[in-house]
C-alpha cells in the first residue's frame, strides 16, 4: 500500500481572558518549561496540554477533527500551537494565559518571537515540507514572518485566516468567514459562524475526507489523495464550497463521491457553454 501522508496542522492561540497568568510571568521565568516546574510546586496544580487548553472558543471541535483524521490509515497527523513564547506541540504541558497573539502588538510579538526562538521552529516545520496543512493565523503573524513564501509547493495548505487574503499559489486556499459566506452557511442551517470558525471548518473538512476514505476505500483514497496532491486546484475549491459543507453535514445518507462527480460534470459544462 502507498505511502502515508503528513497532515499538519498548526494553530495559532486564542485569549483566555479569566487565567491569573501572564506573558510576562512566563517571560520572567526564562522558559515555558521552567515556568511549569514553578506553577506546579507553588500551586500544586498539574498542567494540561496545549491541545486541552486550546479546544475551546474558536478552536472548538478541533478535538473531534483530530481523532477522526488519525482514524485514518492514510494520515500522520502532528498538531501544533503558535503561541507567544513559541511553537506548542499539541501534548506539551500548558496552563491558561490572559494575552494572545491577536491582543499583542507586532513590535511586542516580534520581540517575544526573538527571546524564545519561535520564528525558527515554525520555519523548521513548514520547510519539512508536510504534504497537507491546515494553517490557522492572523495576518499580523502571516505578514511578520511572511509564512506563504516558507510554504512549500509541494504542500497542499489551507490557510485560515479572520480577514480576506488573496494568494496565486495554486497549492494555497485561503479561506475566511466572510459575511457573504457565513450568511450562505446560515441559510443552509449550518452551524458556522465567526466566533468558531477556525475549528468548524477543520471539522467540516475531517468528515469530508473521512467520508471519502470510506467511500473509497484505504487503497484508492491514497491514489485519491496522492492525485489531489499533484494537481490541486478542484480539491481546492470542493473543500471551500459551502454546498460540499452543506453535503457533509446534512445529507450523510448520499454518496459524497457521485455529489463530486456531479459538481466536476458542472464544471465541465460551464467550461463547454463559455467557449462555444
Known sequence: MSKKFR????????CISKSQVSLDQIVNAGSLKEFIEEYVEKNRALPTSA?????????????????????LYAFNVEVYFITPFGLVWEDEPLVPYRECLDTLSI??????????????Y???????QPDFLYLYVNTKILKLLDL???????TLTILVLDTGLFTNRPNIKAVYPSSSLLTIFKKYGLKI????????FLLYLSKLLYRLSFEMGSRKFLEYLQRVKN???????????????????????????????AMGENRDKEKSNYNQ
Open 7 to 14: 497532515f499538519t496542522i498548526m494553530l495559532k492561540d486564542i
Open 51 to 71: 491541545l486541552q487548553i486550546f479546544s475551546r472558543g474558536k478552536l472548538q471541535g478541533i478535538i473531534e477533527a483530530i481523532r477522526m483524521l488519525r482514524s
Open 107 to 120: 513590535d511586542k510579538i516580534r520581540r517575544l518571537f526573538s527571546i524564545f526562538n519561535a520564528e525558527d
Open 122 to 128: 515554525i520555519y523548521d516545520v513548514l520547510e519539512s
Open 148 to 154: 506563504i513564501n516558507y510554504v512549500s509547493k509541494e
Open 193 to 200: 459562524n465567526s466566533d468558531n470558525f477556525p475549528g468548524a
Open 231 to 261: 494537481s490541486p486546484k478542484d480539491f481546492l475549491a470542493l473543500i471551500t464550497s459551502p454546498e460540499s459543507l452543506y453535503y457533509v453535514e446534512k445529507a450523510r445518507d448520499q454518496s459524497i463521491l457521485r455529489f463530486i462527480r
